[in-house]
């Protein structure tokens, strides 16, 4: 059973910059595309990146494309996400995933993804 942990999150004005990161348990992280998700307030689940087990393949939301960068550190099985010029809109809780076996690095449903960190609150302030 992986354990996923995010820290990272915080009040930052919009503009500035963040960096959530994904501490992950196990031996097989290195297998296992990644992924993040952010949830607003009455709002659904939605998907924000994910990266390839092994690093080279990544994907992206529209609203973040050229915002976000999602890396990992299979070495330290980590995973990150570097948001700059956050905006008031990405104000969210903001969850790391890992995808199902058998799914491919770039889809988005939240059913491709097993298993779920607690979350980190992202608020960005206007």
């Known amino acids: 059973q992986v354990q996923l942990v995010e820290s990272g999150g915080g009040l930052v004005q919009a503009g500035g910059s963040l960096r959530l990161s994904c501490a992950a348990s196990g031996r097989t992280f290195s297998s296992y595309h990644m992924g993040w998700f952010r949830q607003a307030p009455g709002k659904e689940r939605e998907f924000v990146a994910a990266?390839?087990?092994?690093?080279?393949?990544?994907a992206y939301a529209d609203p973040v494309k050229g915002r976000f960068t999602i890396s990992r550190d299979n070495a330290k099985k980590m995973v990150y996400l570097q948001m700059n010029s956050l905006k008031p809109e990405d104000t969210a809780v903001y969850y790391c995933a890992r995808k199902s076996v058998g799914t491919a690095y770039y889809t988005r449903g939240t059913t491709d993804f097993s298993s779920w960190g607690q979350g980190t609150q992202v608020t960005v302030s206007s």
């Open positions: 990266i390839s087990s092994s690093g080279v393949g990544t």
